[in-house]
């Protein structure tokens, strides 16, 4: 079975500037997350998709990031315009269940660092 | 924002010795979860908690989910090379929504 999928595993942009991270969940998986990971910390929930729905977003920074799963299955993030304390690590995660507490399976996440 | 105090923050071991590390909360949690992240990697479930003084194991790995509801522990009996990596605790709150919220991690040092 493969994993989750996220692309691209590596991302250096300037401050100000725009970026997209894309997720592909395990197949049949209708629960979709995007976790922000600051380094010496845990992983924050950004955002949960239940399908194409969204059932929590109330951690996503609304002013500058965004999200979408159109057709509920690939997912994209993005932040725009970046600041310094985006870097971060991004982790997208599936689980078959709608409760967080289904096992989530991550991906290995996209690393970003803003100058 | 609610916190999980997780301790210890480090830990360096020689290879054979037992461990334990555990969270606390000031808040009474419905699920304790414990996942283990390897460098490059996302976290992975080791074990799931669902009920106060529960005990669970997974081969070398037990937790328990305390009585309070507010903390809960990890021992690794017997540690091998692969068991470095970071130990994250995580819990959903009781009576709330199913946010899960993580601890900041206790990274496990292997002396050779």
């Known amino acids: 079975e493969a994993g989750v999928a996220q692309s691209p595993r590596y991302k250096i942009i300037e401050k100000r500037q725009s970026v997209a991270f894309w997720c592909n969940p395990i197949?049949?998986?209708?629960?979709l997350y995007w976790y922000q990971q600051i380094l010496g910390q845990g992983p924050k929930l950004l955002i949960q998709f239940q399908n194409n729905g969204v059932v929590d977003d109330s951690q996503l920074p609304k002013d500058r990031f965004s999200a979408e799963r159109l057709k509920g299955v690939d997912s994209t993030l993005k932040i725009q315009p970046a600041k310094l304390e985006d870097s971060a690590v991004y982790l997208c995660?599936?689980?078959?269940?709608?409760?967080?507490?289904?096992?989530?399976?991550f991906g290995p996440g996209t690393r970003l660092t803003v100058t | 924002g609610q916190q999980l105090n997780q301790s210890p923050q480090s830990m360096f071991i020689q290879e054979g010795e037992d461990v334990s590390m555990n969270c606390t909360s000031s808040?009474?949690?419905?699920?304790w979860l414990w996942y283990k992240q390897d460098p490059g990697e996302g976290p992975v479930l080791l074990i799931a908690l669902y009920k106060a003084g529960e005990l669970t194991s997974n081969g070398r790995l037990t937790a328990q989910f305390g009585i309070t509801r507010k903390d809960s522990f990890l021992n690794i009996s017997a540690s091998i090379p692969s068991d470095v990596g970071i130990y994250f605790c995580a819990g959903q709150f009781m009576n709330r929504d199913d946010k899960i919220i993580f601890g900041k991690g206790t990274r496990l040092h292997i002396l050779p």
């Open positions: 995660a599936s689980s078959f269940g709608v409760r967080q507490t289904y096992e989530q399976y």
């Open positions: 197949s049949g998986h209708a629960t």
């Open positions: 808040s009474i949690f419905n699920t």
